[in-house]
């Protein structure tokens, strides 16, 4: 297994991260009871089309917050100004979305009642769709969302993971609610009741098998389906759930979900956050399999303080924050609330890739290992200078931003994806870039993490290389030419 990762990109050795807090104009908190123990995810979008991504964050019983990127000037000190938003509490998460193929982003607004579809108007104006879509937003404890679009449909294919049925009277235990697939029939979205639910927290619609198919992962927690459930994969397009083929299912606390190859063979590798071990699956032409525990992703425990019990995670993004052209991996932890037997102070995770292809905690040393219970995530240029630049959502304590200020980071390259008719998202896409004799791959996905996902640029690093070329494998199948682009430069594919 340790030889699957190894020599996977030219060698480079760069500085350690580095990440400055940043203040932002409101003191954001997520907050509540039990039904908001979960949830607590932040959308990132550029909802005005100014170039610059915005912050959609959830508020649970508090308000939600629309906070607008007002920094403008590249590599400046990041700033954000509060913009009013209509919808006030109850919301556990939100994703960006183009429902209507008009080219501006969307929100889909998860809540403890009705999700609500939130119609851009291209200045970060938003309204109420769901009857203008026809979209039944129902009266769930909804906690996870994806989206993909189906083969020649003009609407997207909308899932929705729902946690523990309120309405049980013999619950919360085993008391788990259905998911629910909605596919739009040309006038309204009807949907189709996904079963057994076993209390999703994050699902993604994934070409896992690259067979051409996006399929739907999801990921649950035993703490409520205690015994019987798994994480679950439904094949598209028939919905049927799979065991075997590739695909085994597994019992965790499943709380979210990351996705990104990173040993080159075009397959993207997967970790699922969980109470305890975070674990990583490698995919391979036989389908998934546990990575050693050598890898150091796992992250079973706090890595400052004198914490000795049991982590847990949630928000997982792989991304490359220091540009030396390997995925690095951040993990939101935190405490449910209270619980005695799991860790109090859980710092967050930043793990950062070696050329060997295992990780090192860097989380304290980059100026990112805070100790309060951490939920939804984003990384994001934030700024337009190439570093990535991270946001958390906290339970019961403000929201944190922070600003990449890495030193002697790689070059680096985006790509900006926009197709014509429906789907201008592309969400299905593949980008391939390669430089130095190494190609990475990245799928456009809407989903996974942990209640929050986001929406534009996709971020290359280069480390010591100073060009690259790339090319689109598009969601119908058609492949764009290779394309060559320089350190530092945006690549926009339009057809």
């Avoid at 609407?155 to 998911?179: M, Q």
């Avoid at 014509?420 to 998202?425: C, E, L, M, P, V």
């Amino acid at each position: 297994m340790r030889a699957l990762f190894l020599c996977l990109v030219p060698g480079v050795a760069l500085a350690d991260p580095a990440f400055e807090p940043r203040p932002l104009p409101i003191e954001h908190v997520y907050s509540g009871g039990w039904e908001h123990f979960v949830g607590g995810g932040v959308a990132v979008l550029d909802c005005n089309g100014d170039g610059f991504d915005d912050l959609f964050m959830a508020g649970g019983a508090a308000q939600s917050s629309l906070l607008i990127n007002t920094t403008k000037t590249q590599g400046a000190d990041i700033t954000f100004r509060q913009h009013p938003v209509s919808l006030r509490s109850g919301v556990t998460g939100a994703y960006p979305l183009d429902f209507d193929s008009d080219g501006t982003l969307d929100l889909m607004v998860l809540r403890v009642g009705e999700n609500i579809i939130l119609e851009n108007d291209g200045a970060c104006g938003f309204s109420r769709a769901n009857e203008k879509w026809g979209l039944d937003g129902g009266d769930r404890w909804t906690t996870a969302f994806s989206a993909t679009w189906e083969a020649g449909q003009d609407w997207p294919t909308l899932a929705f993971g729902n946690y523990v049925d309120r309405a049980d009277p013999d619950g919360p235990f085993e008391a788990c609610d259905s998911n629910a697939l909605f596919r739009h029939d040309g006038s309204t979205f009807v949907k189709t009741a996904l079963q057994p639910g076993f209390c999703a927290l994050s699902m993604l619609f994934s070409d896992w098998n690259r067979d051409g198919t996006q399929d739907l992962r999801v990921s649950n927690d035993r703490h409520y389906y205690v015994s019987g459930g798994s994480e679950q994969m439904w094949a598209m397009p028939g919905l049927t759930l799979m065991n075997g083929d590739g695909w085994e299912p597994i019992s965790i606390w499943g709380m979210g979900i990351a996705s990104r190859d990173f040993t080159g063979d075009g397959r993207p590798e997967v970790v699922l956050t969980s109470m305890g071990d975070q674990l990583m699956q490698i995919s391979g032409e036989s389908g998934y399999s546990a990575a050693p525990f050598s890898i150091g992703t796992y992250a079973q425990r706090p890595y400052i303080g004198d914490e000795g019990r049991p982590s847990t995670g949630w928000h997982a993004q792989f991304a490359d924050v220091n540009n030396d052209a390997r995925a690095d991996l951040f993990i939101a932890k935190g405490n449910v609330d209270q619980m005695p037997g799991m860790a109090t102070k859980d710092p967050n995770n930043l793990l950062i890739q070696g050329e060997d292809g295992t990780f090192v905690e860097r989380g304290d040393i980059a100026g990112v290992a805070s100790v309060v219970r951490s939920r939804g995530a984003a990384l994001s240029d934030l700024n337009r200078d190439g570093l990535l630049d991270i946001v958390v959502v906290n339970r019961r304590a403000p929201a944190e931003l922070y600003q990449n200020l890495t030193p002697n980071a790689g070059g680096w390259v985006g790509v900006a994806l926009r197709q014509r008719g429906a789907n201008t998202q592309a969400v299905g896409a593949w980008v391939e870039m390669s430089s130095g004799g190494v190609t990475q791959t990245q799928e456009v996905t809407v989903g996974g993490g942990h209640a929050g996902g986001q929406s534009g640029m996709l971020h290359f690093g280069l480390g010591t290389q100073t060009s690259a070329s790339l090319r689109v494998l598009w969601p119908d199948g058609e492949t764009s030419d290779w394309i060559d682009a320089t350190s530092g430069q945006v690549i926009n594919f339009d057809r």
